[in-house]
């Protein structure tokens, strides 16, 4: 017992000469401090064992659990050494990593190298933060570590021998940086729709500002699409598909339904462009009965929709001041029903003038 404990403490001494302090990298990479740790370890292993053996023999039995923790330190010291041994052979700082961060950086990894082949629809973020969050992690514990173990700070030529890691780390950063802005633009432009009330905005709205609004913001949509289209293309190498396109299915489906509003406001307009020019002609020149009545009849409805919009969209009845941004369609109905009036009275006495003539006088 006695030789065995003078054993122990003559390795820890080793120990602490060896990986006590921070080594040169090139020392603690080079064959004779790789194998002379590997070889301490395996000093602490036979020592233990022959602890066990000892213990087994003079009590009937092997050590517990209780017993071997009298000898912590021992198990310890052996773990470490085996844990240095490893990450010096891997190109790695043989103190501050967590037993478990080769299987934790291989994962994350893995995850990583299946999320730069996909198409990133808005679905994806959780994880693409998760993934990078774990691995901008795992790179921090890494180089703390090499800090811990070297006593400086990596330097640009030592990352680069880990430029998988740190490259899949920049793909990933920028791809949620991506996603950030893209769901946050899209949320913002939802919400800009529907706080605008352009769903039920039209030719007829009072607000002149809504029609360019949905223009404005079918443009919005369309270059949201584009850069996401770009970054896919750029990443892939490949054209969008239409099932990758279904990841943003909200933005198609917006994108074309402010195209369809600023199509039917723009007919809206040409139809009455149209109608004005139709009603200058009539009013100038004259007209048949029935054209005047028609385009009366047309400015009656496009004025009746244009005050149920107006009710629509401020929940009061438009009054005189408000009617004045439509004045000219008011005055063009009020003058084809004068011109009708006075229509309808020639025609009226052109045919008492034609009965006279039949009965002849």
Not at 131 to 151: D, I, R, T
Not at 260 to 283: H, P, R, V
Not at 326 to 332: A, G, L, R, S, T
């Amino acid at each position: 017992e006695t030789q065995l404990l003078e054993d122990g403490e003559i390795l820890s001494g080793e120990g602490h000469d060896l990986l006590g302090e921070a080594v040169e990298t090139e020392l603690a990479f080079s064959e004779d401090f790789m194998s002379a740790v590997e070889e301490l370890g395996k000093k602490w292993k036979n020592l233990i064992k022959n602890w066990e053996k000892m213990y087994t023999l003079f009590n009937c039995g092997p050590p517990g659990k209780e017993e071997k923790k009298e000898k912590l330190d021992w198990y310890k010291q052996y773990k470490e050494c085996g844990r240095a041994a490893s990450n010096l052979r891997n190109g790695w700082p043989f103190f501050g990593l967590e037993a478990d961060f080769g299987a934790k950086m291989k994962k994350a990894m893995e995850e990583g190298g299946d999320l730069v082949v996909q198409c990133w629809g808005g679905g994806s973020l959780p994880v693409l933060e998760r993934v990078e969050g774990e691995l901008k992690a795992y790179l921090k514990e890494f180089e703390s570590a090499w800090e811990e173990s070297f006593g400086r700070k990596m330097t640009l030529e030592e990352k680069k021998e880990k430029e998988e890691w740190y490259k899949m780390y920049r793909v990933l950063k920028k791809g949620r940086d991506s996603l950030r802005k893209w769901v946050r633009d899209g949320k913002q432009l939802v919400k800009k729709w529907e706080e605008e009330g352009l769903e039920s905005c039209c030719v007829y709205s009072s607000d002149g500002r809504l029609t360019e609004l949905c223009k404005e913001i079918g443009g919005d949509w369309k270059a949201l699409i584009k850069e996401w289209i770009d970054e896919y293309q750029g990443r892939m190498k490949k054209d969008v598909s239409n099932d990758d396109k279904r990841g943003w299915k909200v933005w198609y489906e917006s994108y074309a339904k402010s195209r369809a509003k600023s199509k039917e406001i723009e007919n809206g307009i040409k139809s009455l462009e149209k109608l004005q020019k139709k009603t200058d002609k009539l009013l100038r020149k004259g007209g048949g009965r029935a054209d005047i009545l028609k385009a009366k009849t047309a400015w009656k409805s496009h004025i009746k929709k244009w005050e149920n919009q107006f009710m629509v969209e401020n929940g009061v009845k438009a009054r005189g001041e408000d009617k004045e941004m439509i004045e000219d369609w008011y005055v063009m109905y009020k003058e084809l029903g004068e011109k009708l009036v006075a229509v309808e009275a020639d025609i009226l006495k052109a045919s008492e003038g034609a009965e006279l003539d039949g009965l002849g006088f």
